[in-house]
């Protein structure tokens, strides 16, 4: 590989990035807690609030347990894999620089185009989702209306500075986290018998476990099936590796956050969702209302409706809010590397890369129009590859990182000059890589997913069709671009 003598001058010195500005220009403004809490509110959203009903009615109770069980694991072993990269490699969008220098810059490319298509796609959809719920409380407004006000929000938070956006994606997410500790915590309680303001019977620990049709009442094609959806549930986590290039000290705060965040994701969805399936009996879970709306009500918490109405609304702003930081930052460095148009690197005098992040906001407003005018053509298709998206960039990151230790060691490097390395290396890498292929040829199979496949992979060719007639000519850029960011 002709690029592999700076991976290694790379790894082995990261901490000498300086605090303040990055070679790039990015201000490194954000610390440990603001990392987590950023991966914490891209990961924690609908899929644990709305759609963890829908999991456990497909693969009952101990079925959706086990299905959140194997996406903590593939969560864990993306992040060890991110943890070691993002600490060679602390620069904003890292997912593509990773994949650029270690696979090569085609793939970079693929990778940033559709990772940026996903969280696009996602913001129209937070906003839309957003501006429905809130006609709970405001019936009169339209949906359009929330909708502009929350993108002028989000906007305006990312717009001031890095320490901004991260520090009121502390508070957002902090909103969610309690919500889901009070639900585990009371929950739980009231399982093993505490239940003072509870109406009626109140189900045991284990009682709902044993279902009529037995353990797995839909089979264990069941929990299958839902592992997929599990997966897109626990995107978000990756991005800790998004904000790499504006963390101070990353050699030590980006793999203090991978730890906490993936200890803190497992017990709070795992915690969740048993908590849940042991509440709510599995053929009475409404995928119309959130499970957690049902089990607040069933302990009898006042105005429960109400609150989770707030805390859902605050779970997609949330997300949204990290969805347009990531979109601005992947922009950046695709321009940063050559393969964007300039204007995308201008910095504000904050360190903010204003124009990336208006365009970027303007794809979100597109793919919200998409949303409500042809839900069922355009929306379809870019919701199809937003989800084949969040697979496809764990593949590539622990792809990346298998390569690139592999170069390490090749080039005569140290590994104990790394301050950080993922353990049991090459089957870290190779597992997860191994999940994500599993849940992809799963997705062939079930109707209301292959439409990922069939718009995903073409998207993916297209991406690369591009860069070879694009930039075909240029690729010895690669190189200089890997110098750009060494210490």
């Known amino acids: 590989m002709g690029h592999s003598s700076p991976l290694k001058a790379e790894v082995s010195a990261p901490e000498a990035q300086p605090e303040e500005g990055a070679s790039s220009g990015l201000r490194r403004s954000m610390e440990a807690r603001h990392l987590v809490m950023i991966a914490m509110g891209g990961v924690i959203g609908s899929g644990l609030f709305v759609s963890s009903g829908y999991t456990i009615a497909t693969a009952g109770p101990l079925g959706a347990v086990i299905a959140f069980l194997i996406g903590a694991v593939v969560v864990y072993l993306v992040m060890a894999c991110l943890g070691e990269l993002a600490v060679a490699f602390p620069v904003s969008g890292a997912f593509h620089i990773y994949a650029a220098r270690t696979i090569g810059p085609a793939t970079g490319f693929a990778t940033a185009w559709l990772y940026w298509l996903c ?9 839309t989702a957003a501006g429905l719920l809130m006609q709970r409380w405001f019936p009169g407004v339209d949906v359009w209306i929330w909708c502009f006000v929350f993108a002028t929000v989000l906007f305006t938070l990312n717009a001031i500075s890095s320490r901004v956006f991260g520090e009121s994606e502390f508070w957002f997410a902090l909103i969610k986290v309690a919500a889901v500790v009070g639900l585990i915590i009371l929950g ?12 009626g019977g109140y189900p045991s620990l284990t009682e709902n ?13 069941g929990v299958f099936v839902t592992c997929l959806a599990v997966f897109y549930a626990f995107s978000g986590s990756e991005l800790i590796g998004v904000a790499a290039g504006e963390t101070a000290n990353p050699g030590a705060n980006i793999p203090k956050a991978m730890r906490t965040t993936v200890i803190r994701l497992m017990i709070f969805f795992v915690g969740a969702i048993t908590v849940i399936a042991a509440t ?5 879970v409404s995928v119309d209302e959130s499970p957690f709306v049902t089990v607040f009500s069933m302990l009898g ?7 989770m109405n707030f805390v859902i609304i605050t779970a997609l702003l949330s997300a949204g809010n990290c969805g347009l930081f990531s979109c601005a930052r992947m922009l950046f460095s695709l321009a940063d590397e050559g393969h964007a148009p300039k204007a995308f690197k201008k910095l504000t005098k904050r360190g903010i890369p204003l124009v990336a992040l208006c365009v970027s906001m303007l794809g979100g407003l597109a793919s919200l129009v998409s949303s409500i005018v042809a839900p069922a053509t355009v929306y379809l298709v870019l919701v199809s590859i937003a989800g084949f998206a969040t697979v ?8 990346s990182h298998f390569v690139y230790r592999r170069t390490f060691v090749r080039n005569g490097g140290d590994l104990a000059s790394l301050p950080y390395r993922a353990p049991l290396f090459p089957l870290v890498p190779i597992l997860a890589f191994a999940l994500c292929v599993v849940s992809l040829i799963g997705i062939a199979f079930d109707p209301n997913q292959v439409a990922a496949l069939l718009f995903g992979i073409p998207f993916v060719g297209a991406c690369y069709a591009f860069f070879h007639f694009k ?16 210490p």
């Not at 709510?280 to 009475?284: T, V």
């Open 280 to 284: 709510i009996p599995y053929e009475k």
């Open 209 to 221: 476990f044993s279902t009529d049709a037995g353990l797995f009442p839909n089979g264990f094609t």
């Open 301 to 307: 918490i006042p105005f429960a409706a109400d609150i």
């Open 471 to 486: 930039y075909g000519r240029r690729r010895k850029l690669a190189s200089p671009a890997t110098e750009k960011v060494s």
């Open 119 to 127: 969280w696009a796609v996602a913001l129209g959809s937070e906003f």
């Open 392 to 399: 496809g960039v764990w593949m590539s990151i622990v792809a």
């Open 188 to 199: 739980g309680a009231a399982l093993l018998g505490f239940h003072p303001l509870a109406e």
